[in-house]
């Protein structure tokens, strides 16, 4: 298993405050959005996985909102890089059009972010 990423105080906190605006579902909104047809229908699978990369990872962004700062780990850090590192990404290939029920917006919803929601 690969050793967790050690971050800086300095890290952390530009980890935490870019997670916090850029994740803008709460945890029962999330929580509920997981649970839908529309949000286990998108995003990749690795070979031999049932559940999406996005879906996973929204389950586990439930769980760190949940948490309280105090009690997030090395390795929840690690996971709000990656979370804050897709949602950019993402955001930047925003499709022209209505987004209401594209798959590009419910993959973002997955990563605990609505578009629609800003």
Do not use: C
Not at 15 to 26: C, E, P, W
Not at 80 to 91: E, N, P, S, T
Request: hydrophobic fraction near 30%.
């Amino acid at each position: 298993m690969a050793q967790a990423a050690h971050f800086e105080q300095d890290e952390q906190k530009e980890i935490y405050q870019a997670f916090h605006v850029l994740v803008n579902m709460s945890p029962g909104k999330l929580d509920k959005w997981l649970q839908t047809e529309e949000s286990r229908g998108v995003g990749f699978r690795n070979e031999g996985e049932s559940e999406a990369v996005g879906h996973e990872s929204g389950r586990r962004i439930v769980e760190i909102l949940q948490r309280k700062k105090a009690e997030l780990t090395e390795e929840d850090y690690g996971h709000m890089r990656k979370v804050v590192g897709y949602i950019k990404r993402h955001l930047a290939q925003r499709p022209e059009g209505d987004i209401s029920q594209t798959r590009w917006r419910y993959s973002l919803m997955n990563w605990g972010h609505d578009p629609q929601q800003d």
